[in-house]
């Protein structure tokens, strides 16, 4: 035979929570954290979009500039050199053009690039060139994710953010 259940209730297992104060210094305080925190994660996106655009921008509207390949001969430092022959129409043959050195560029490779106007400095095209312009925006997204989880509170934004830029950051490795 079951015995019967009982008659009275069982407690409640989750304390209850106490009502938010309406007023007074710790709502400003709150409001101006998420304002603080709001806008540093801003400047943090805005300052990934500002370093990749340098780079980006030349990848991205390439029509109209020079285009070729270069063979990168010799690398010093941050810089590598070698020899640009041209592709373009209106673009001319350089004995040097610079790269900058990177974990994408090996000496005795040759690349597809874009001249930068105005100067004898080049950068890759095509999607390895372009996601590799576009990395300091993956660093920006990862560091805005935790500013966004820890200071704001939105996990789940930030766990977006966070996925964006590590994919955007791998992708850029892999196409490498």
């Not at 007023?23 to 979009?49: E, F, T």
């Not at 005795?108 to 312009?133: C, F, I, M, N, Q």
């Amino acid at each position: 035979m079951i015995p019967a259940m009982p008659a009275t209730k069982a407690p409640a297992h989750r304390a209850r929570r106490r009502p938010r104060p309406r007023g007074g210094p710790s709502v400003a305080l709150r409001y101006g954290r998420l304002a603080a925190m709001g806008v540093i994660a801003v400047v943090i996106l805005i300052a990934g979009v500002w370093g990749s655009w340098g780079c980006a921008q030349h990848v991205m509207l390439s029509k109209g500039r020079e285009q070729g390949t270069m063979t990168v001969s010799r690398c010093v430092g941050e810089t590598c050199w070698g020899p640009y022959e041209p592709v373009s129409v209106g673009s001319r043959a350089r004995d040097r053009v610079d790269i900058e050195r990177s974990v994408a560029v090996e000496t005795g490779e040759t690349y597809t690039v874009v001249v930068k106007p105005g100067s004898g400095d080049v950068v890759r095209t095509g999607p390895a060139g372009l996601l590799h312009a576009w990395v300091p925006l993956g660093g920006a997204l990862l560091l805005a994710a935790v500013v966004v989880a820890g200071g704001l509170r939105m996990v789940r934004s930030a766990w977006v953010l966070g996925g964006l830029g590590f994919a955007l950051i791998t992708a850029a490795w892999v196409a490498l």
